[in-house]
């Protein structure tokens, strides 16, 4: 699907631009034009990016490809960034991400992506209703789709801290092998979200810092806000994954102690039926020459193996073995 929509120099807005009209909104320098391309077939994006817009070939082909962490090239008469939005599904404990594409020019705003983004959506519904995420630029407009985005992020750290909460919850309740892969999956969930977070980071920095042709100095406090965002969620994602890596220790321990306790209840059986074993064992020698045909030996034994169990358990008892 590719939509548009167009404010021009003198005012007013006009959505779904036929693509013949696109090159008159290239040419208004004082208007804005922002074409959304969503899960269009990778052929006519890079028809309409090399044809229209004349982008880079290199530029083209990472934005035809999903394998990129989020990245910012400058190619002078414009800027080419990777950002990336995330989702996070409590049922398999998965975290998902949605990468975005931009071209960001002087009068223009491309976007690329192959899944829907919410950020995306929710801008461009409220740049229908309003100018303003318009009239001051497409630097301005890429930084409401980038705070959206962003935004997004904090219910996905408030799901995973209620996942480990319920996850140390299990360990004690449980601590069986469901426990320990669901410890494992939040864990990658945790260090996918650091490497999401992390560079993404360092690209709404340079965007903060570095001087671009295309980003109006007075637009740069903004993305040094998204930037500031995005260092609180990287301590709080640190946070996490200390928090797993505890859950994991808490685990190993519970599961020794488990492991523990069972092996001195067999240490405590096996050391109550050891007497027990060797008058058995020795009374069981059937030597004729051996005077053990009284009935009151016989009386006997069966006494010391009632007695001695008795005896040994209550010695155990005494010094809290058990």
């Known amino acids: 699907m590719i939509r548009t929509i167009y404010r021009s120099s003198k005012g007013g807005i006009t959505t779904d631009v036929p693509e013949s009209k696109w090159k008159v909104a290239l040419l208004d320098s004082g208007g804005l034009f922002w074409a959304d391309l969503a899960g269009e077939p990778g052929g006519r994006v890079e028809q309409l990016l090399a044809d229209l817009f004349h982008f880079h070939p290199l530029a083209i082909d990472d934005a035809l490809q999903e394998a990129h962490v989020p990245k910012i090239d400058d190619w002078g008469e414009y800027v080419y960034a990777v950002v990336h939005g995330v989702s996070y599904n409590p049922a398999t404990n998965e975290l998902d991400t949605n990468e975005i594409d931009v071209f960001l020019g002087k009068n223009f705003l491309i976007t690329h992506h192959k899944n829907p983004v919410m950020s995306a959506d929710k801008v461009w519904a409220a740049s229908q209703r309003s100018e ?128 523990n306790e069972i092996m001195k209840v067999l240490t405590v059986f096996t050391a109550l039926f050891m007497p027990l074993t060797f008058l058995t064992g020795f009374f069981g020698m059937n030597f004729e020459t051996l005077p053990f045909q009284s009935p009151y030996l016989f009386i006997g034994m069966l006494a010391l193996t009632i007695v001695i169990p008795l005896a040994m358990w209550r010695l155990f008892r005494r010094q809290g073995w058990i």
Request: proline content about 2%.
């Open 132 to 259: 303003r995420y318009l009239a001051r630029g497409a630097d301005y407009l890429l930084y409401n789709i980038v705070d959206t985005l962003v935004s997004d992020f904090m219910p996905v750290v408030d799901q995973l801290d209620d996942a480990i909460d319920e996850l140390e919850d299990q360990i004690f309740a449980a601590g069986n092998q469901a426990v320990l892969t669901k410890i494992f999956a939040i864990k990658r969930a945790v260090l996918h979200l650091r490497r999401i977070i992390i560079p993404q980071r360092e690209v709404m920095n340079r965007l903060a810092r570095d001087t671009y042709a295309v980003v109006d100095p007075d637009e740069r406090v903004y993305f040094r806000d998204v930037y500031d965002h995005l260092v609180r969620l990287a301590d709080i994602n640190d946070t996490l994954r200390d928090l797993t890596s505890g859950a994991l220790d808490t685990y190993l321990s519970v599961s020794s102690n488990r492991i």
